[in-house]
């Protein structure tokens, strides 16, 4: 299951930070002083690692005697 779950985690991030999506940000907008663009992936990117790594370190949803 956490297989899966990241597999399609890293599809969706593939998918935004694909050309149409990206492409939406690249724009004379600065935030802070760094182009949106940046801004955007850098973010995307970030939460992706976070999304995993709560996945990676989550237990296993398996039905044992224990967990009933």
């Known amino acids: 299951m956490k297989q899966q779950k ?3 985690i890293t599809i969706f991030l593939i998918c935004l930070l694909n050309f149409p999506i990206l492409s939406l940000f690249n724009k004379a907008i600065f935030v ?3 182009p949106l663009v940046y801004v ?3 973010s995307v990117w970030i939460i992706g690692i976070i999304i995993i790594a709560l996945i ?5 949803e398996v039905n044992t005697p224990e967990n009933e």
Request: net charge neutral; hydrophobic share 55%.
């Open 32 to 34: 802070l002083g760094i």
């Open 6 to 8: 990241a597999i399609a």
């Open 40 to 42: 955007y992936i850098f």
């Open 56 to 60: 990676a370190e989550s237990k296993n």
